[in-house]
């Protein structure tokens, strides 16, 4: 019954007396944001130097690392069942945030959000991360140790929406609704939680110093 009455209240705006011509401000409008795509920033108060070690004391017993959507640049293996004291404080933050973002997308409650992979991205200079997804994740983000201008790049759901109808030339003024990508520069000790479906990349690191984030996914744990 609630839903009917919302769509009732939503038609009541469209009923007017056509008997007189309409101004502008005469006509009643709403617009409906639909397919939401949420990109959660929260500001965490970890002890980034200490993480900043732990990361390079993990690429030293693993120099070579994987392959994933890394450009160049180095990528660890899961690291989830590392007990660093201040690595154990991040994935706790982790579930804390991503839990945040759940109920606020409305995932049932019987559920939580537990991270299930953690790597590590070293990125040196020339170095980038191509346009990806998470596939079979439910939740995924990104933890910030060092400052750059190497941002995280997300890609609208519909990737020609610039291409083939919004041309460039048409926007006056760049914004999330007309947008084929939004670029997302965070500063240190910065987490970012989005879905894993969300197109995104790491844009090329111009810099001397190194780009150092932690990555991971989510899946949902019954309560």
Known sequence: MRSQAKNKEYLNLFQTDLSEPLGVDDIKKVYLNLFHVPIQITELELNVDSLIEFCYEMKRKDEIGIERSNVGGWHSDNIFNETHTEFVKLKTEIEDVANIYHHEIQLKKTYNQKVNEIW?????????????????QILSGAFYLTKGTAGIEFQHPYQDINTYFWESSFIDSWAPSNSGVWKVVPEPNTLIIFPAWLWHKVDMNKEDTDRITFSFNTQLDKK
Do not use: L, R
């Not at 191509?130 to 596939?135: D, E, I, L, R, S």
């Open 120 to 136: 590590i991205n070293i990125n040196q200079k020339g170095h980038s991360n191509a346009f990806h997804v998470h596939p079979q």
